[in-house]
């Protein structure tokens, strides 16, 4: 059975950090892109970072690039997400996503919440001003 467990969140002042994990089992995702999404109860879930399987192509949202980082260690089969320079606007549920998908390129990554197939229940961040 597959999960992924979500970790790291928490509440912290505007202009804070804070660093998700996402330990993924059940299955090695190493050749499989991830990605995290996050979720404000007034509006559609979005996407915010996604990483291909070998770590080395990334994509971010717009309104996140250059304040957060994705990375993945495949040894331990984990996806984290650094957020530094937090803002009131990223309050929200981080969700960690990962494909079904093995792409033996490792260079693939998608944007899309449709092309994720596993997902983990969530880590609440609050950020206040």
């Known amino acids: 059975q597959v999960q992924l467990v979500e970790s790291g969140g928490g509440s912290v002042q505007a202009g804070g950090s804070l660093r998700l994990s996402c330990a993924a089992s059940?299955?090695?995702?190493?050749?499989?892109?991830m990605a995290w999404f996050r979720q404000d109860p007034e509006k559609e879930r979005e996407f915010v970072a996604t990483?291909?399987?070998?770590?080395?192509?990334?994509y971010y949202a717009d309104s996140v690039k250059g304040r957060f980082n994705i990375s993945r260690d495949n040894a331990k089969n984990t996806v984290y997400l650094r957020m530094n320079s937090l803002k009131p606007e990223d309050t929200a549920v981080y969700y960690c996503a990962a494909s079904r998908n093995i792409d033996y390129s490792g260079s693939t990554y998608s944007t899309g919440r449709y092309d994720y197939d596993y997902w983990g229940q969530g880590t609440q961040v609050t950020v206040s001003s």
């Open positions: 059940g299955r090695t995702f190493s050749r499989s892109f």
């Open positions: 990483v291909s399987g070998s770590g080395g192509n990334t």
